[in-house]
């Protein structure tokens, strides 16, 4: 446990000691949830077949899911209960980042992180509802390329990790505005900064989404992509007005001192 200390100054062993124990009661939350997550999985899956067997009778096509081997059905169950178990473990991980760094932090500081914390989870949530949405475009997307007389034997690791890390990602990348514009509230990188890394973002992102992506297809990729990059410039949107109101309160603070009004 870290010992009280006003300024927040502690050795380097102290901080790599704090961040293992961490790290490790993250883990240890997630790992609790993920148990959880394994007895869901019967329902999750259901679900996530949903999208696929409404595509497939609206258009009038075959679609089955198969499971190549005899420990296919094992280890789809779980990586359904990891992923689940670190959705439903969220509250408990991020607030271990909060209380890592928040000793750290003045006061105005932790106002910010304790707002941006509580922002965290609704926004993975609405990252998720997005993905949801996007779900049935992506497996329309996959089905068009099978001629409608033909059957479409999907593989179903491939299928449910499709699913689940288009899930995991945009819930992920929603948490990009908090971060961008964490940073820029402190003041360590201003909106114009951002906006001109732009290029740079795009290159970024497109590889992210390329190793995030388990079907390596340029429709999934796009899919992953897009809203990611709309976030980015979202964020440098959301970090120009935040920049455009601190000048505003430095010149107003300047001028109150000019007039002597302020020492």
């Known amino acids: 446990m870290r010992q009280k200390n006003p300024d927040g100054r502690m050795p380097l ?31 999750t899956i259901e679900i996530l077949s949903r999208p ?31 992923y689940l178990g670190f959705f439903i473990a969220s509250p408990w991980w991020i607030y271990q980042i909060w209380a890592f760094i928040a000793p750290g932090l003045t006061k105005k500081e932790k106002r910010y992180t304790i707002g941006f914390a509580a922002a965290a989870v609704p926004l993975m949530a609405a990252g998720a509802a997005l993905a949801w949405w996007v779900l049935p475009q992506a497996v329309q997307i ?15 690791k491939l299928y449910f990790t499709f699913c689940l890390r288009l899930i995991a990602v945009l819930a992920l990348s929603f948490l990009l505005p908090v971060i961008m514009v ?20 795009l290159v970024g992102i497109l590889i992210f989404a390329a190793l995030a992506s388990p079907l390596g297809d340029p429709w999934s990729l796009m899919l992953l992509a897009t809203p990611i ?19 505003k309160k430095l010149a107003e603070r300047d001028a109150r ?3 002597g009004l302020e020492i």
């Open 52 to 82: 696929l067997k409404q595509v497939a009778a609206a258009e009038g096509r075959l679609a089955e899911l198969n499971f190549g081997t005899v420990i296919s059905g094992f280890d789809m169950q779980m990586r359904v209960a990891l």
């Open 257 to 259: 001192i000019d007039a």
């Open 13 to 43: 062993f102290d901080h790599l000691k704090e961040a293992r124990q961490r790290i490790l009661k993250a883990v240890i939350g997630i790992a609790l949830a993920a148990v959880g997550g394994w007895y869901l999985y019967r329902p």
């Open 229 to 247: 990059y709309l976030l980015y410039l979202g964020s440098c949107v959301i970090a120009l007005f935040v920049d455009r109101r601190r000048k």
């Open 182 to 201: 964490g940073i820029n509230m402190v003041g360590l990188i201003c909106g114009r900064t951002y906006l001109s890394w732009w290029r740079w973002a």
């Open 142 to 156: 996959m089905l068009s390329f099978v001629p409608k007389e033909s059957a479409s034997l999907m593989d179903a």
